[in-house]
């Protein structure tokens, strides 16, 4: 309609109406073009602030899994010091010898939940972290999880020469009695824990035999030595990284309530 009046109006050379229907036509073009960029801005705002609380709810869950881990490989450094204590001598019975040493061997090598944040950098959503404290905070928190889980994952001797030596049948029923257990939060797996004390039962035979196999070991007290030396390595880790995570957490949750209101 607005073409017709502008042919009809140049026809008429009535150039004044033809200048205010030009007018009107950009004036058009530019409100649907700014209603357009407005619309493209509110949606992405919308889908950044939508990842934010998935992200605040990732870090939460990051959060209470490296405490549980912390309180997990601290556990294994109480069984580990146990175990070298009786090798040098310590009273120690050959039963709470044999748990110790191989409940200083149980490792947790899950991996920090880091799915919200790596969709967020694919689809170019950084910016919607925060401001630039923010956005450091991020980088620092996701590479100290990529040491600590390298760290994690780093297993050394002492594990492998502890199962070649004991009994198969006391480490069976070492796993199955005490081993790890689940623990839950929201109905996931958020972590495991150490069944504390053990209950498990030993005659005193079956004991002294495991044992005397495990202290028959070569280097059993060198290895063992730096194998609880690594439990304090991969503590050091957990403890910063789970810090960082709530150090991060609770910045988005901070930044977060002025953007809802």
Same mark, same amino acid.
């Given at each position: 309609?607005?073409?017709r009046?502008?042919?009809?109006?140049?026809?008429?050379?009535?150039?004044?109406?033809v200048?205010?229907?030009?007018?009107?036509?950009?004036?058009?073009?530019?409100?649907?073009?700014?209603?357009?960029?407005?619309?493209?801005?509110?949606?992405?705002?919308?889908r950044?602030?939508?990842?934010?609380?998935?992200?605040?709810?990732?870090?939460?869950?990051?959060?209470?899994?490296?405490?549980?881990?912390?309180?997990?490989?601290?556990?294994?450094?109480?069984?580990?010091?146990?175990?070298?204590?009786?090798?040098?001598g310590?009273?120690?019975?050959?039963?709470?010898? =044999?748990?110790?040493a191989?409940?200083?061997?149980?490792?947790?090598?899950?991996?920090?939940?880091?799915? =919200?944040?790596?969709e967020?950098?694919?689809? *170019?959503?950084?910016?919607?972290? *925060?401001?630039?404290?923010?956005?450091?905070?991020a980088?620092?928190?996701?590479?100290?999880?990529?040491?600590?889980?390298?760290?994690?994952?780093?297993?050394?001797?002492?594990?492998?020469?502890?199962?070649?030596?004991m009994?198969?049948?006391?480490?069976?029923?070492?796993?199955?009695?005490?081993?790890?257990?689940?623990?839950?939060y %929201?109905?996931?797996?958020?972590?495991i %824990?150490?069944?504390?004390?053990?209950?498990?039962?030993?005659?005193?035979?079956?004991?002294?035999?495991?044992?005397?196999? =495990?202290?028959?070991?070569?280097?059993?007290?060198?290895?063992?030595?730096r194998?609880?030396?690594?439990?304090?390595?991969?503590?050091?880790?957990?403890?910063?990284?789970?810090?960082?995570?709530?150090?991060?957490r609770?910045?988005?949750?901070?930044?977060?309530?002025p953007?809802?209101?």
């Amino acid at each position: 309609m607005v073409i017709r009046r502008i042919r009809e109006h140049a026809a008429a050379q009535n150039w004044f109406a033809v200048g205010i229907d030009l007018a009107i036509v950009v004036a058009g073009v530019f409100l649907g073009t700014q209603v357009n960029n407005w619309n493209e801005e509110r949606i992405e705002n919308d889908r950044g602030r939508d990842y934010l609380a998935r992200l605040i709810t990732e870090l939460d869950f990051d959060a209470r899994q490296y405490a549980l881990q912390i309180a997990y490989y601290r556990q294994v450094r109480t069984y580990g010091l146990q175990a070298l204590s009786a090798l040098d001598g310590a009273p120690v019975s050959d039963r709470d010898f =044999v748990i110790a040493a191989y409940q200083l061997t149980q490792t947790d090598t899950t991996k920090a939940k880091t799915g =919200v944040f790596d969709e967020m950098a694919a689809n *170019g959503l950084g910016e919607h972290l *925060g401001d630039d404290e923010t956005q450091q905070l991020a980088s620092d928190f996701y590479l100290s999880v990529e040491v600590a889980q390298r760290t994690n994952e780093t297993i050394y001797p002492y594990r492998t020469l502890l199962r070649e030596t004991m009994p198969y049948a006391v480490q069976t029923r070492v796993r199955r009695e005490c081993g790890d257990r689940n623990v839950f939060y %929201q109905k996931r797996v958020v972590g495991i %824990q150490l069944v504390v004390p053990c209950p498990m039962a030993m005659t005193v035979e079956e004991a002294a035999d495991a044992a005397a196999a =495990v202290k028959a070991a070569p280097e059993i007290r060198r290895q063992m030595v730096r194998y609880i030396a690594s439990i304090d390595e991969k503590l050091d880790n957990l403890e910063f990284v789970g810090a960082q995570a709530v150090q991060f957490r609770d910045r988005l949750k901070a930044d977060e309530r002025p953007r809802a209101s």
